[in-house]
């Protein structure tokens, strides 16, 4: 099974510790998939991994959704895993399903809950032009005084 999640056996001689952030997804994968499930749930399997490491363990789960035919339900708050790895998402709110649609180009939501999330997980590009444009502004300043 660790061939299966991209691991040598290597990771056998070593502790948790020892281990990258990547690593530890792909031995957690591959015991959840020794038992061959059906159904593997996932929350918020990436969240924690740099967006390197997010795209390898999708493209590993991909692989493996072939190669098992396991299907995979994700717990996310990441629009764009969803974008990139999902054909369906569900928008809860309170323990309620409060929408439902196919992944298609963009998500537009119709539910309050489904318009928060979306907005909520936006790229943060503004906040970039915001700290150049203040990084400028104190530069003109600074060359001002």
């Known amino acids: 099974m660790l061939k ?4 040598d056996d290597s990771v056998l001689d ?3 510790p020892q281990l990258s952030g ?6 957690c994968l591959a015991r959840a998939l020794a038992v061959e499930p059906k159904l593997l749930i996932l929350d918020e399997a990436v969240s924690n991994l740099d967006l390197v490491l997010q795209a390898g ?3 590993l789960l991909k692989k493996l959704q072939q190669q098992f035919g396991t ?3 994700f717990i996310t708050h ?4 969803v974008e990139r790895f999902c054909q369906r998402v569900m928008v809860m709110d309170n323990g309620q ?6 992944v298609g180009d ?16 936006l790229p943060a590009f503004p906040v970039r032009r915001r700290t150049t444009e203040r990084f400028n502004a104190n530069a003109t300043s600074h060359h001002h005084a």
């Open 71 to 73: 299907a995979c339900l």
């Open 4 to 7: 299966a999640v991209d691991l």
């Open 106 to 121: 963009k998500l537009t939501f119709s539910s309050d809950a489904g318009r928060v999330l979306q907005n909520a997980v």
């Open 14 to 16: 070593k502790r948790p």
């Open 97 to 102: 399903i409060v929408e439902t649609q196919v």
């Open 78 to 81: 990441d629009l764009r895993l």
């Open 22 to 27: 990547g690593q530890l997804q792909r031995v």
């Open 57 to 59: 363990v999708i493209r």
